[in-house]
T-cell receptor
Framework: QKEVEQNSGPLSVPEGAIASLNCTYSDRGSQSFFWYRQYSGKSPELIMS????GDKEDGRFTAQLNKASQYVSLLIRDSQPSDSATYLCAVNMGQTGANNLFFGTGTRLTVIP | SQTIHQWPATLVQPVGSPLSLECTVE??????LYWYRQAAGRGLQLLFY??????ISSEVPQNLSASRPQDRQFILSSKKLLLSDSGFYLC???????????FGQGTRLTVV
């Protein structure tokens, strides 16, 4: 059973703080990892991709990957009220020709002004 | 980059009526295509995926069907809608070989 797990939250942080979102996955051979942001009533938007162990930074966002622990996280620095959304973790863990993209159920983040 | 067109944005249909939602993709060829459903406050449920024309795999037995008549066209259908078919339907596309997926704007379907 291929699974991606996230805490559903809600996660509340004050404005300006660091928000930390976590995700674990079941397939040790997975190679591609993604974070999506979904505002209420809208479709998911890709915000980060990471493919190798370590950190990847893009503006206020940092994705962290640890394949040995099967763990991927997203840090949001200097959180803003506009960051309030549900964050979906997605993992590519399958072979070509089959469904290979698995999503977690998402973590709802609220940034308090 | 890929652009996914999905319409309509909202739809209200009576129980027992048919459904046809269309999704078209620009900016890539031979994409993997997906239909997801998202109930209010819930995660994404994969309904169908397709790796090529006429190739459809169903993930969940249900009242819906999908077709891919052209490389970059994916259609979700139902002959008779149920109340339980209400939800937010999302079409997604990823490049051949499968990497990240991009989503259309979604269709909010309410069955009354």
């Amino acid at each position: 059973q291929k699974e991606v797990e996230q805490n559903s939250g809600p996660l509340s942080v004050p404005e300006g703080a660091i928000a930390s979102l976590n995700c674990t996955y079941s397939d040790r051979g997975s190679q591609s990892f993604f974070w999506y942001r979904q505002y209420s009533g809208k479709s998911p938007e890709l915000i980060m991709s990471i493919y190798s162990n370590g950190d990847k930074e893009d503006g206020r966002f940092t994705a962290q990957l640890n394949k040995a622990s099967q763990y991927v996280s997203l840090l949001i620095r200097d959180s803003q009220p506009s960051d309030s959304a549900t964050y979906l973790c997605a993992v590519n863990m399958g072979q070509t020709g089959a469904n290979n993209l698995f999503f977690g159920t998402g973590t709802r983040l609220t940034v308090i002004p | 980059s890929q652009t996914i067109h999905q319409w309509p944005a909202t739809l209200v249909q009576p129980v027992g009526s048919p459904l046809s939602l269309e999704c078209t993709v620009e900016g890539t060829s031979n994409p993997n295509l997906y239909w997801y459903r998202q109930a209010a406050g819930r995660g994404l449920q994969l309904l169908f995926y397709s790796v090529g024309i006429g190739q459809i795999s169903s993930e969940v037995p249900q009242n819906l069907s999908a077709s891919r008549p052209q490389d970059r066209q994916f259609i979700l259908s139902s002959k008779k809608l149920l109340l339980s078919d209400s939800g937010f339907y999302l079409c997604a596309s990823s490049r051949e070989g499968g990497t990240e997926a991009f989503f259309g704007q979604g269709t909010r379907l309410t069955v009354v």
